[in-house]
């Protein structure tokens, strides 16, 4: 790391001796050059990802890390027990990589952070999220964290960390449920972009400064902030009852054995989504048949049909009940969790009812042709392929 004495610095306190004075030493990655304040022995990363894009994030900080003779490890949090968690080592940095799902962390990510253990020794740490970037001519457009950064950084801070980095990383966006995948130029491009954004963070922090680029977004986070509760109460259920397997289907079982949090299960010899499922679009951009769609018309039909009928008749009906507490401040907020548990309660059995139905050849085509996923201009996210190239 450092071949001229002069440079050579240990971060122990109160050494003195030279190496000539002892006999043995150990040489461990935790010197540093002068100038530097910090000095790492390691960096563990923790990660959950759908379709690649936080964990490429992760692997650029890693690379980074490497440069830096810091001993490293990544952590995907999918594939480890995370009700026992080790508590981080002296001299250690830890950072969290995850993407965005609706302006908030995914709940496998959220349920990690809460559990995970208390600093002993004021470890320095970082979180990354990777969120929604777009690419419309030569125009790069961000995307938006939401809650993601401020509320665990201060949950991070409470337990005895200090928050060094805060950065979101405007990654191709996935969610292709909502819009068509990107061209692979676009993706190339916002790619290059981004691994210079990573490794301008990483040299930051490895260098004992800190890079909290998060906190010049609190305005407009903030503001987004009630979508983030609504979609974390009820929007993450209703995604979750969108998706099914089309006719090409070959039961190959891909989509339940690649799940990062088993969320798939076979129901009728053919893939079913419960509730536990997080829209990382793993599935539908691994799938080699293109057989997994959202059901646009299903949900959009239903939906309305809720709206018009159930909601409609529900409130019609408790109104004389429930109309002294109209007036309370909080009202509000209760009707709106009425109407959502109703949403989600039929959704459920009706999501049931189409898994059994689909079967019959004139549904399966009203579902499947009512899907914008059917078509072929509606692209999937293949990040791995494209890395590849």
């Known amino acids: 790391i450092a071949t001229r004495d002069p440079d050579r610095i240990y971060i122990e306190k109160g050494n003195t001796h030279r190496l000539s004075e002892v006999q043995y030493f150990t040489f461990e990655p935790h010197v540093h050059i002068p100038g530097r304040q910090y000095g790492y022995k390691m960096e563990n990363i923790y990660y959950f990802s759908g379709t690649g894009n936080a964990k490429n994030a992760a692997l650029w900080m890693i690379a980074e890390a490497q440069k830096y003779n810091v001993k490293t490890e990544m952590i995907d949090i999918s594939r480890i027990d995370r009700r026992n968690i080790s508590t981080p080592e002296q001299d250690s940095m830890i950072g969290f990589s995850s993407p965005t799902h609706g302006f908030n962390f995914p709940p496998v990510m959220m349920k990690f952070l809460l559990r995970f253990p208390k600093s002993k020794f004021k470890n320095p740490v970082f979180i990354m999220n990777t969120r929604g970037g777009l690419k419309f001519g030569k125009i790069f457009f961000p995307g938006l964290s939401g809650i993601t950064q401020y509320f665990y950084s201060l949950m991070l801070l409470l337990k005895g960390y200090r928050v060094v980095g805060m950065r979101g990383i405007d990654l191709p966006s996935n969610w292709i ?9 676009a993706i190339q491009q916002i790619y290059e972009r981004r691994k210079e954004t990573v490794h301008r963070f990483a040299e930051k922090i490895f260098n004992g400064k800190k890079d909290l680029h998060a906190l010049l ?19 993450r259920f209703i995604l979750a009852k969108s998706f099914y397997a089309n006719s090409n289907c070959n039961n190959c079982n891909l989509c339940i054995d690649n799940c990062p949090i088993k969320a798939i299960i076979k129901v009728d010899e053919r893939p079913f989504w419960t509730y536990k499922c997080e829209s990382c679009m793993r599935c539908m951009n691994d799938c080699p048949n ?9 949900i959009i039909g239903l939906l309305y049909l809720i709206n018009i009928f159930v909601l409609s008749y529900f409130w019609s009906a408790v109104h004389p009940l429930l109309n002294r507490y109209e007036g309370l401040g909080y009202w509000k907020y209760i009707s709106w969790l009425i109407e959502n548990s109703i949403v989600i309660g039929l959704l459920f059995i009706a999501y049931r009812i189409l898994h059994r139905i689909i079967r019959f050849p004139v549904i399966k085509q009203i579902i499947e042709y009512t899907s914008l996923t059917k078509f072929t201009f509606w692209k999937r996210y293949k990040i791995k392929k494209i890395m590849k190239q």
């Not at 909502?178 to 130029?185: D, F, I, K, T, Y």
């Not at 977004?217 to 929007?235: C, K, T």
């Not at 293109?290 to 299903?298: L, M, N, P, S």
């Open 177 to 185: 449920s909502l819009h068509p995948g990107l061209s692979n130029s």
């Open 217 to 235: 977004e609190i305005v407009q986070d903030l503001l987004i902030s009630p979508i983030s509760v609504a979609y974390y109460i009820a929007g």
């Open 290 to 298: 293109r057989a997994i769609e959202t059901a646009h018309g299903f």
